[in-house]
């Protein structure tokens, strides 16, 4: 009985692309629509006034890989990619990404929103050169979009807030607005040259998974006899 139902809805499934082939519905289209365009199979299915089990059968029939659930669920929330990697470094450029990279492996982190996992690119430190080191990584090697930058100061109970704020955001060139609510501890800062302590922070996690693998390929590289 289950080999007869098989092969109905094998059939059934052909006879659906076949009507797809009908249409002229193309490769190349559902290239430029799932991939480039980040539409969803349901969105392709409804542009083609047709069912999502169609359109799944006619890109399995071109070969066309699907989204797993994790790539889908990324593509729901970043229809437009906010980075683009640069390749191609000069020496340069490549001695920026391995001191950013060495920075990230002291200093970096990736952040939890709740019970989920890591999915923000961290950066924490007090000293500027190291922050700004940190931010041409992101602008230059990674080509992150500079709006995408979030910024928060910690400070003791005792300091100034909105003016340290506005010194970071001048010593940074980030603006104020892209800044978080400042984050103060219950200590009292006895030390007149210290101004707080700021954490560079990129919520995107198919970049934080980029910037850790480099990490690890930078140590093995480092660490190989």
């Known amino acids: 009985m289950s080999n007869i139902v098989e092969t109905k809805n ?13 249409r002229d ?9 799932y991939y480039k365009r980040k539409n969803t199979l349901q ?5 083609l006034d047709t069912h999502i089990f169609s359109v799944a059968r006619l890109m399995d029939k071109y070969g066309l890989k699907r ?8 593509n729901r929330f970043n229809k437009e990619e906010c980075f683009n990697l640069k390749g191609n470094l000069n020496s340069k450029e490549k ?33 500027a050169d190291m922050l700004r080191i940190w931010i041409r990584f992101l602008l230059e090697i ?33 603006p104020v607005s892209q800044f978080e609510n400042i984050s103060y501890t219950n200590k009292i800062s006895t030390k007149e040259d210290y101004n ?6 990129v919520h995107n996690l198919k970049l934080y998974l980029l910037v850790k693998n480099w990490m690890e390929d930078l140590k093995k590289q480092l660490l190989e006899e």
Do not use: P
Not at 10 to 22: D, P, Q, W
């Open 95 to 127: 001695l920026l990404k391995e001191t950013a990279l060495t920075l990230y492996w002291c200093e970096g982190t990736g952040d939890r929103r709740g019970d989920k996992k890591n999915t923000t690119l961290a950066f924490t430190n007090k000293d």
């Open 43 to 47: 969105q392709i299915a409804t542009k």
């Open 67 to 74: 989204r797993n659930c994790s790539e889908a669920t990324y």
């Open 10 to 22: 094998f059939f059934r499934a052909e006879e659906i692309v076949s009507m797809l082939n009908g």
């Open 25 to 33: 519905i193309t490769r190349e289209f559902l290239e430029e629509m």
């Open 196 to 201: 707080g302590t700021v954490k560079i922070k």
């Open 142 to 174: 990674c080509n992150l979009r500079h709006d995408k930058i979030k910024t928060r100061v910690y400070l003791h109970k005792n300091q100034d807030g909105i003016k340290l704020k506005k010194y970071w955001s001048e010593i940074l060139h980030i």
